[in-house]
């Protein structure tokens, strides 16, 4: 158990609806960062926060959004879904955003399968 | 772009054999880790490399890193069954805060 909490663990829906994944890091941790993984595309980053503000962008498209609240807590609000958004989200956290020499490991939840019909 | 591409993608052995796995990177990193994942679980950290390291073992596991040829190598050795899963690299980079992780390395032990 990396400690990491994501729900749903499962989730059915249909195109063009909206669904929130919800995070909760690991104790202490203050970095979220979401992940895209499906087949064809590999783990894809999608986004990181860092005590609530935004601090790195990948490849999250402009109908996806998240946010960390001050509880820590992040959601991925996928909107406008199309059959290609279904995938693995997962979310990781991390003590802090960046290296200061000691290295930081990530830690990854178990994933949120999404499901577009 | 990706910045760190495993190689090769599958990798199928006997079990009780040495599983090798290589990844390229392409720009200037801070460190080096390697995580598994078992089929639809989420990633499991497994080792990680700094820049200033050459090798690092833990337990079964040795990574190497060679940063003027931008690559390391992870060493499974006297691979078990309970090995079967995909195994990616991660690089966090000088400059930013994105973990970015290569495709992986599927491997299958055969019993």
């Known amino acids: 158990d990396s400690g990491v909490t994501q729900t749903p663990k499962h989730l059915i829906t249909a195109t063009g609806q909206r669904v929130t994944l919800r995070c909760s890091p690991r104790?202490?941790?203050?970095?979220v960062y979401w992940y895209q993984q499906s087949l064809d595309q590999g783990l894809q980053f999608l986004i990181q926060?860092?005590?609530?503000?935004?601090?790195a962008k990948g490849n999250i498209l402009e109908r996806f959004s998240a946010q960390q609240f001050p509880d820590l807590h992040s959601e991925l609000n996928l909107s406008s879904l199309e059959l290609g958004d279904s995938a693995l989200y997962f979310c990781?956290?991390?003590?802090?955003?960046?290296?200061?020499?000691?290295?930081?490991?990530?830690?990854f939840g178990e994933g949120s399968w999404l499901t577009v019909v | 772009s990706q910045q760190g591409e495993e190689d090769p993608q599958a990798l199928s052995i006997q079990e009780g054999e040495n599983a090798t796995m290589n990844c390229s990177y392409k720009?200037?990193?801070?460190?080096l880790q390697w995580y598994r994942q078992n089929s639809g679980r989420g990633l499991v950290h497994l080792i990680l490399?700094?820049?200033?390291?050459r090798e690092k073992h833990s337990g079964r596991l040795r990574v190497t890193l060679d940063t003027s040829k931008k690559s390391s190598s992870l060493l499974i050795t006297a691979s078990r069954a309970a090995d079967t899963a995909s195994y990616f690299c991660?690089?966090?980079?000088?400059?930013?805060?994105?973990?970015?992780f290569g495709k992986g390395t599927r491997l299958h032990i055969l019993p």
């Open positions: 104790s202490g941790d203050l970095s």
């Open positions: 990781a956290s991390s003590v802090e955003p960046r290296n200061r020499g000691g290295g930081n490991t990530i830690y």
């Open positions: 490399i700094r820049s200033n390291e």
């Open positions: 926060y860092y005590n609530g503000e935004e601090r």
């Open positions: 720009t200037s990193i801070n460190n």
């Open positions: 991660a690089t966090w980079g000088n400059r930013d805060d994105k973990i970015i």
